[in-house]
């Protein structure tokens, strides 16, 4: 029995939110791996663009477009751009996210909107709106970016934790609904990431700290360590899994 390489050579992937941290850095890995990229922001800025060029640098083809993950308008356009540029998508990552810090009483409504329609309703909306491409294909993978915060409770986080448990449940009903079809679902769960959104935290000696302390691998994780289990799960090695959450934490919550 030969081993299967890790290669998505000939496949067309899209990645929301990868105009930087985690969604980056599974684009890149992904184009690495032979894979043509999309990658979209709500802004189509240098950041976006210059994650567009770095994928064109790795050999592969690439589009950056403007997407607010919660516009089902948008959405389309990018369904639209994706197939008249590629004619397929085999891979959706979705990963755009966002997050209010504050105590349960200190946060708005629209504090929880936001949180909410961002980081669970986008990728309902997404997988909906892609998933009818790859129901039309008889093929697919969608990868999910949830949260340990969706496992584990934490305070000041009640929209995010919310949204990520969300995130979790959507993934297996998805996962049941799309089986028929040869769709495959599956989400990642990161723990601590150092990334620019996190820099506050992980860039604070004492913080980190602190934070490490809490970690049983006693160290956070790089962007590149999430791409690769999205690498994982993208590719044909991970063929007979699916409706699954993978927690790529650093055993804090096997803690």
């Known amino acids: 029995m030969s081993m299967p390489g890790i290669s998505l050579a000939g496949k067309v992937a899209v990645v929301t939110g990868s105009s930087r941290g985690i969604g980056k850095g ?3 890995m992904f184009a690495g791996a032979g894979a043509d990229v999309v990658v979209c922001s709500r802004n189509l800025d240098g950041k976006l663009e210059l994650a567009a060029d770095e994928v064109r640098q790795l050999g592969r083809r690439s589009l950056a477009v403007t997407v607010d993950v919660n516009r089902q308008a948008d959405i389309d356009n990018l369904i639209k751009q994706t197939m008249d540029g590629f004619g397929a998508i085999d891979i959706l990552v979705n990963n755009a996210a966002t997050a209010v810090r504050a105590p ?37 993978n969608i990868i999910n970016i949830s949260s340990v915060r969706g496992i584990e409770g934490t305070p000041g986080r009640v929209g995010y934790s919310v949204a990520k448990a969300g995130v979790i449940m959507l993934t297996r009903v998805l996962a ?4 028929q079809y040869n769709i495959r679902v599956n989400a990642i769960a990161p723990g601590w990431i150092m990334t620019e959104l996190t820099a506050s935290q992980w860039k604070d000696p004492k913080v980190r700290k602190e934070i ?5 691998m006693g160290r956070w994780a790089s962007a590149d360590e999430m791409a690769s289990v999205a690498l994982f799960l ?3 090695m991970s063929s007979y899994v699916t409706g699954q959450t993978l927690a790529a934490d650093g055993g804090i919550t096997a803690a």
Request: glycine residues 4%; aromatic residues 8%; negative net charge.
């Open 26 to 28: 599974i684009a890149l």
């Open 104 to 140: 349960v009483m200190e946060q708005s409504e629209e504090d929880w909107d936001k949180v909410l329609d961002t980081n669970l309703k986008s990728y309902f909306l997404c997988s909906r709106a892609v998933g009818r491409v790859m129901i039309e294909q008889k093929r697919g």
């Open 176 to 179: 049941l609904e799309f089986v």
């Open 212 to 216: 490490e302390a809490t970690i049983p």
């Open 234 to 236: 993208a590719s044909d």
